[in-house]
């Protein structure tokens, strides 16, 4: 940051700004200082002969070079921007805004991520209880099974099977035989 003619701090000489600004769209664009040389070279036709070191002298922070006129003119033609822009602020508010934006969007999505993981850890446990109520009721059918093949087996116990294709011989005394042959 300058002083201007009253000593001043905080205040930014023109050339200065355009200057940080040049630095700042160079950068994003991911160009080198050679590149920008380039592409200054094709907008004015090779008539405007711009070294990338004469880049690197404007761009230093003690002993910089002064700006002219028309490489300020070709130089954001370059970038695409006028030079009224060069020379505003307005890309670092609507960064600064973004920022906020985003660091707004962060905090809400860790809030949600926070949310849905304390969900996880619900539905987990009761799966795990899920799980454990049907092995539980796994093991009492199989022993309930168990029990009612016991049972059926005491009961048929005395009984001699018949095989297929015989006819059981029916008792021929006893009152239920008595009663059917009366009548």
């Keep these: 940051m300058s002083q201007d003619a009253n000593g001043d701090a905080g205040w930014i000489w023109p050339e200065d700004q355009f200057i940080a600004r040049m ?3 160079r ?4 160009w080198s200082q050679e590149r920008l040389a380039e ?3 094709k907008v004015t036709g090779g008539r405007l002969e711009l070294h990338p070191t004469a880049f690197t002298k404007l761009e230093r922070e003690n002993d ?13 033609e370059a970038l695409g921007l006028s030079i009224a822009r060069m020379l505003s602020d307005d890309d670092l508010s609507s960064v600064q805004e973004r920022l906020h934006t985003l660091e707004h969007k962060r905090d809400a999505l860790q809030a949600e991520a926070h949310a849905a993981l304390s969900e996880l850890d619900r539905i987990t446990a009761l799966i795990v209880e899920i799980q454990g109520e049907i092995t539980d ?9 168990e029990s009612s093949d016991g049972a059926r087996r005491s009961r048929t116990a005395g009984v001699k099977p018949v095989k297929a294709g015989t006819k059981p011989v029916r008792a021929t005394s006893g009152p239920a035989w008595k ?5």
């Design 179 to 183: 009663a059917r042959s009366r009548g």
């Design 23 to 25: 630095k700042r769209e």
């Design 137 to 145: 009721l796994r093991n009492a059918g199989a022993e309930r099974a």
């Design 27 to 30: 950068q994003s664009r991911r």
């Design 64 to 76: 910089r070079r002064n700006l002219r006129l028309n490489e300020a003119f070709f130089i954001s």
């Design 39 to 41: 592409e200054v070279d």
